[in-house]
Antibody, heavy 119, light 110 residues
Framework: QVQVVESGGGVVQAGRSLRLSCEAS????????MHWVRQAPGKGLEWLAG????????YHGESEKGRFIISRDNSKNTLFLQMNTLRTEDTAVYYC????????????WGPGAMVSVSS | QAGLTQPPSVSRDLGQTATLTCTGN????????AAWLQQHQGRPPRLLSY???DRPSGISERFSASRSENTASLTITGLQAEDEADYYC???????????FGGGTKLTVL
């Protein structure tokens, strides 16, 4: 079935880096724009970054621009999020999200990867 | 001001109708509409409605979306206990060049 599954979450010290991965299956990965969205404990959703189908165009939310880098490997059906210089306020569940091909909406969500940044 | 505004909470009785709103501006909601997502506690969000107000396959007809200028609305009829959840709107902002989410509305079914 159509699904995306995140991995790479965990506990990390502030100032360190972490890379999340998202493996897609059940659909043509290269045919979809992909995104990362996060949700801090008890808070709402925050869009972080998106990447074009071929990976040549990326766009990032203003708040984390420069620290978080999105990329993809279509040969491995995998999406990545490189997170640098992590802060305690980056503690959140990080979701890998597929954008639908029509009427751009976030139509497939992974179960999420928890990232906890300790001081 | 950038951002999508949703009321923090709405409460309705079982069987009644709830209408949730999402207010943006001409660069986002007014530009290409808003999609709606439902999130139950401890679960990832689920798409309820595309920006053109169509429902994905498998979504109940009790959920319907609409838009008037810069405000999008999600109407849920015949409220059931399982509808108690957080609801988010999302929209592309052509001025910012990025996606926005509303702050979310917590729907309580009494």
């Amino acid at each position: 079935q159509v699904q995306v599954v995140e991995s790479g979450g965990g506990v990390v010290q502030a100032g360190r880096s972490l890379r999340l991965s998202c493996e897609a299956s059940g659909f043509t990965f290269s045919g979809h724009v992909m995104h990362w969205v996060r949700q801090a404990p008890g808070k709402g959703l925050e869009w972080l970054a998106g990447i074009s189908r071929d990976g040549t165009i990326t766009y990032h939310g203003e708040s984390e621009k420069g620290r978080f880098i999105i990329s993809r490997d279509n040969s491995k059906n995998t999406l990545f999020l490189q997170m640098n210089t992590l802060r305690t306020e980056d503690t959140a569940v990080y979701y890998c999200v597929r954008q639908s091909t029509v009427e751009g909406a976030f139509d497939v969500w992974g179960p999420g990867a928890m990232v906890s940044v300790s001081s | 001001q950038a951002g999508l505004t949703q009321p923090p909470s709405v409460s309705r009785d079982l069987g009644q109708t709830a209408t949730l709103t999402c207010t943006g501006n001409s660069n986002n909601v007014g530009y290409q509409g808003a999609a709606w997502l439902q999130q139950h506690q401890g679960r990832p969000p689920r798409l309820l409605s595309y920006r053109n107000n169509d429902r994905p396959s498998g979504i109940s007809e009790r959920f319907s979306a609409s838009r008037s200028e810069n405000t999008a609305s999600l109407t849920i009829t015949g409220l059931q206990a399982e509808d108690e959840a957080d609801y988010y709107c999302s929209a592309w902002d052509g001025s910012l060049g990025g996606w926005l989410f509303g702050g979310g509305t917590k729907l309580t079914v009494l």
